[in-house]
């Protein structure tokens, strides 16, 4: 007889350690971004979690000194180019409830690149 297996809800969480690695990212932009995708959570955006880390990790490092270009994210995170942007876009209204005061105040979002 097969036994069931139980399988945990997938949360954009889970992947972020290893793409901000794989990113070479520093600990406060980690630290901001997995914050940023515990906040995303909240809201009502239905893409892939997957989708949704890149996205993530793709507005973070545009507010840092260490800048990541799309293909980099792409490549790190498995997520098309175009994907990243259809759901930064989505995230983009959210940035200020999204993106911890810590890491970048109101008037640094203004430098976020519109979608």
Not at 45 to 61: F, G
Request: charged share 25%; hydrophobic share 35%; glycine share 6%.
């Amino acid at each position: 007889m097969g036994q069931s297996m139980e399988m945990g809800t997938i949360h954009a969480g889970d992947f972020l350690r290893r793409f901000c690695s794989t990113l070479g990212m520093n600990n406060t932009a980690v630290k901001a971004a997995q914050e940023a995708v515990q906040r995303s959570e909240e809201l009502d955006i239905r893409r892939s979690p997957i989708s949704i880390a890149a996205a993530v990790i793709y507005m973070i490092t545009q507010l840092s000194e260490d800048k990541k270009p799309l293909k980099d994210i792409s490549l790190a995170t498995g997520v098309a180019e175009g994907t990243i942007r259809n759901s930064y876009k989505d995230l983009y209204p959210y940035a200020a409830r999204l993106i911890p005061n810590s890491y970048a105040k109101e008037e640094d979002l203004k430098n976020l690149c519109t979608p």
